[in-house]
């Protein structure tokens, strides 16, 4: 735009600028218009050809004129004068025109377009670094600004990473990490290890009683109760073994459940009454097998019942007394005995049992009292623990409260069954034995006396002539005496060969004949010869 002002002869162009000296003008309207317009015009004198800024403050320069026409040109914003073609240009890009000045715009700034007056701020995240940009940059991945207007961006340092819209640098979050500035994401900590602090670079092992199996943890967990980890940088816990445990979390071993004790339910617990454990490591406990007991906790072994009573159930917690009737006399029993016939317990917890009095029994086992015995007849006893029985032949037993039998003596007999006393052998009999049951006969000897345990010799001449004969009966005969026969030898007799007759003494002294059975030819009969009394 170029308007014209007439000016005086001799006024000067003052500084216009600063407004200090004002110009001399016939016209105070001049004056106005050229301060109204002096922040962004060129004044020309065309005539002296005097070019000036209007930012020039050395007014001295301008000359004073004496011309009474001048041309003033002004530039409006967005244009500069280009002083060679005395023109108006319009601003290029990168650049900004302000009072018909042409300026770069600065670092930090650019402009796309062309005809303006001013420069646009880099925007967030984005900047320039050289004046007269025509454009911004935008910042690499993993930088930023912070505002409009920079010059360069900013990376995100270590332990931070580039988030949001606008982007913002943010610190990393507990349980990852970064390992290089300008991330723009984080990285999780692997299983295994874990981080509890945000904004770091790396991670930390879960040590030894801990493990992770997550990623992206910001703590280790510790191994529960009956696990255990023993490396660093474990996954996963691992369960005790069979038979071992640990109280509380966090270990890096595991106990073994000792003798005594079992694992229960996870929970190392001791045996309980009744059962043992006799191995560490055991998973179950042992009930006392029948015979024994345990009355205490937390045992490796089990009690023999004690005499005198049993346990018949497994896992017993005390023994079981042995009731009246009965005993025991072992040891670790499962039964109790009751007592055999004629004998009796009459209190509980019996070891042993009571025998019934002398030449008394009891009808049935297991009896509780003395009043079960019963009284034997004469002449029976007990024997082997049976019933009364009768003392067999050879023997007696004397009166009541005898226990045993006993044998007959020599010189006595006893032929029946269940006797109280034995006989005395006869006249003629003898027995030399104990027990006898019968006595013997004296044949060719004699016996004057009963109750003898031999016989007696005759004298020398005299034979005896029943020995050995039988009776009227049938009954073998024993001598009492002798009897004598003539004979023609000391100690022969008659001969008794062919006996076919029951024998007869001779009966006086002069007869002459032997016993008729007995006789030798006739002419053989001799005289009886009779040296002893007493003869029948």
Request: one cysteine or more; hydrophobic letters at 20%.
């Amino acid at each position: 735009m170029i308007e014209h002002f007439s000016l005086s002869q001799k006024q000067t162009m003052t500084d216009y600028k600063n407004k200090s000296v004002p110009l001399i003008s016939e016209s105070q309207n001049i004056k106005n218009k050229i301060d109204e317009l002096a922040s962004n015009t060129i004044i020309d004198n065309k005539l002296y050809g005097v070019i000036k800024s209007p930012f020039e403050t050395n007014i001295n320069r301008y000359k004073k004129f004496s011309d009474l026409s001048y041309t003033v040109t002004f530039c409006d914003d967005g244009n500069y004068y280009d002083s060679v073609t005395k023109q108006c240009i319009t601003c290029p890009v990168g650049s900004f025109c302000v009072n018909a000045i042409k300026q770069e715009c600065s670092r930090g700034s650019y402009q796309n377009d062309t005809g303006q007056s001013f420069c646009k701020l880099a925007p967030v995240n984005t900047y320039t670094n050289v004046n007269g940009a025509t454009s911004y940059i935008n910042c690499t991945a993993g930088t930023y600004t912070t505002g409009e207007g920079q010059t360069s961006c900013s990376g995100c340092p270590i332990g931070y990473y580039l988030t949001g819209a606008p982007p913002v640098c943010t610190i990393v979050p507990a349980g990852n990490y970064t390992t290089q500035s300008n991330s723009t994401s984080y990285i999780p900590c692997g299983k295994g290890t874990y981080q509890n602090e945000p904004g770091k670079n790396s991670c930390k092992d879960c040590l030894k009683g801990t493990y992770q199996d997550q990623t992206g943890a910001d703590k280790c967990i510790p191994a529960p109760k009956n696990f255990y980890t023993n490396i660093d940088k474990a996954t996963s816990a691992i369960a005790c073994p069979s038979g071992t445990y640990t109280t509380n979390e966090g270990n890096t071993v595991c106990t073994d459940c000792p003798a005594g004790s079992y694992m229960n339910n996870g929970v190392c617990t001791l045996a309980p009454k009744g059962s043992y454990t006799s191995a560490a490591k055991s998973t179950s406990k042992i009930d006392c097998p029948k015979g024994k007991f345990q009355d205490l906790e937390g045992q490796t072994t089990c009690k023999d019942v004690p005499q005198g009573t049993y346990t018949n159930i497994t896992g017993a917690t005390t023994p079981t007394d042995c009731l009246k009737g009965t005993y025991q006399d072992k040891v670790g029993q499962t039964s109790c005995i009751p007592a055999p016939l004629n004998t009796y317990t009459d209190t509980d917890k019996a070891i042993s049992t009571k025998r019934c009095p002398t030449s008394t029994y009891t009808i049935e086992t297991g009896q509780n009292n003395i009043s079960s015995c019963k009284q034997c007849p004469d002449g029976y006893y007990v024997e082997n623990g049976t019933l009364c029985v009768p003392a067999p032949a050879g023997s007696f037993i004397s009166g009541l409260n005898s226990s045993f039998k006993k044998a007959c003596s020599v010189g006595t007999f006893q032929d029946l069954t269940g006797q109280t006393s034995c006989k005395d052998c006869d006249r003629g009999t003898f027995s030399s034995t104990t027990g006898s049951i019968k006595c013997q006969n004296c044949v060719n000897q004699y016996n004057d006396n009963t109750k003898q345990t031999g016989c007696k010799n005759c004298n020398a001449g005299i034979g005896n002539l029943l020995g050995g004969t039988k009776d009227s009966s049938g009954n073998t005969i024993g001598a009492t005496d002798c009897r004598g026969v003539w004979l023609e030898n000391p100690w022969s007799s008659c001969n008794l060969i062919g006996i076919k007759y029951k024998g007869h003494r001779c009966s006086e002294p002069d007869e002459t004949k032997c016993s008729r059975h007995n006789a030798k030819p006739a002419e053989q009969q001799g005289r009886c010869n009779f040296t002893i009394n007493g003869w029948v």
